[in-house]
């Protein structure tokens, strides 16, 4: 969907993507859509598009942090994925290997699992733009990730206010307490403003694609830079998805426990999906570096 039409793909933009990306995170579909598209859309850089991939026979995943000793460390989908794409030391590389189908488990039941740097192996970029190319395939996975995570959000309030509607308690439904409603009627804003902030992400990956090139203004408040905005769009959806899918499972009271309700399969991918790449307060970090310059070390 995300590959050129002249590469036998759809054509869609970034921007194209992130609709898809949280129709996917509002049925949490057991899929990698997000993991696949970034990896196929990389091998489209470098004019590397296959076949296999692009029609979906192969799954292909980012391997979201650089090799150590040889080994990617819990890769997204890499319990199913037959190639896999990362960085080796300066080397942007695509390996095809056996996938081993199984891995740890983990909170969001996410095919996750260590691959090997050795396979059948292709250099796609070397040095600078190796890193490049490798930071560009990140920041297009945060941002249909946090795209991913409005859609979770978004349904999350839909299964709250549909159950606490219906819900009936002391003779009337529970949505009618000032309490309840109260606690539900600020998610929207983190809903509607993460579905923005995921949208100017793409916007502006769409631009640097274009060689249009994004700045940082924190004093003017303008911020168009790709990196910087897929950062913000990442921690603010994980943030609101785990907020939303909080509040809807409390109003179940025990049973958002249950298997029987759909509201602890939202609550787990939200948090999930979130920690997949890393722990949040370290992207926010990461994030703050690049906004307002690196930490100085303390004495």
Known sequence: MGVGEASGGGGASLGDLTVVAEEFGRSIAPIPLVDHQVAARALAVFDQSRADVTDGETIASLALRPATDAVWRLVPAGSVAGLVIGLDGDELVAVESAPPLSGPRNHAAQPLADRSTTGTRKVLAGGAAAHA???????????????????????????????VRTRIQFGRPIGAFQAVQQSLADLPILVDGGRLL???????????????????????????DFAVLAGMAFVFNADGAAHATDRALHFHGGYGFAEEYDIQLFYRRARGWALVYDDPARECGRLADAMFGPRESVA
């Not at 560009?136 to 990730?145: G, Q, S």
């Not at 409005?150 to 709250?160: D, E, K, P, R, S």
């Not at 995921?198 to 168009?224: L, S, Y």
């Open 133 to 163: 190319a490798f930071d560009r395939a990140l920041n297009e996975w945060k941002t249909l990730t946090a795209s991913a995570l409005v859609g979770v959000g978004n349904q999350a309030l839909q299964i709250a206010l549909d159950y």
């Open 198 to 224: 995921a949208h100017k992400a793409a916007w502006a990956g769409d631009n640097e694609a274009a060689g249009i090139k994004g700045q940082v203004d924190v004093d003017d408040n303008d911020n168009t």
